[in-house]
């Protein structure tokens, strides 16, 4: 089975969202990287998740965010744009959180659910997962999650223990 037939399978996404946000991305020339978890599954081991995080250049949301019609429906936060559909248990993320701003003008085209896409060098998605882990606004289990996404990218390059702050390498070993 080819990546793309297994997420699209693992994530029930039968409104095809994904497609439909890459051909919208693409079309509109869009400046963005993948981050989190999927971004940490193109640099460590992958895990299967439901979420796919985008880091999106200034001023690209305000641009995009009128190509995205019906069904897909377009949740605005303090710090993101989530789109879903029906049929699709699928969750895009658009991260606009100015601190993510230069991560697509560093991004490296990657493998990520069968598609090369733009990715956030590594240093940036592990330097996203410090700040989602240490954020204390955020749910546990998703901290739980980030913990466990910073693991993975430490097991797989050693070289970056020194970015990682001595509070959450503590939490890694507890």
């Known amino acids: ?12 996404d039968y409104a095809d969202l994904l497609e439909q946000t890459l051909r919208v991305l693409e079309k509109a020339d ?20 439901l979420d796919l995080d985008l880091a999106l250049a200034p001023g690209e949301i305000e641009r995009l965010g009128a ?15 989530n789109l879903s559909a029906p049929d699709s248990d699928l969750r895009i993320q658009f991260q606009v959180d100015p601190r993510y701003h230069g991560f697509p003008a560093r ?4 493998e990520v659910l069968g598609h090369r896409l733009p990715v956030a060098r590594l240093e940036d998605v592990l330097r996203g997962k410090v700040w989602a882990a240490s954020d204390p606004s955020r749910r546990a289990s998703k901290r739980q999650k980030d913990l466990a996404d910073i693991a993975r990218l430490l097991e797989e ?18």
Do not use: K
Not at 34 to 48: K, L, W
Not at 67 to 81: A, K, M, T
């Open 1 to 12: 089975m080819q990546a793309a037939t297994f997420w699209r399978t693992v994530t029930m």
């Open 157 to 174: 390059h050693p070289e970056l223990r020194e970015m990682v702050p001595q509070a959450i390498l503590q939490r890694l070993i507890e």
């Open 67 to 81: 190509l995205f019609g019906p069904p897909i429906r377009i949740e605005r936060f303090e710090h993101s744009v």
């Open 30 to 49: 869009a400046h963005y990287c993948v981050i989190g978890g999927q971004a940490v599954n193109a640099y460590a081991e992958p895990v299967v998740s």
């Open 107 to 110: 991004a490296e085209v990657r």
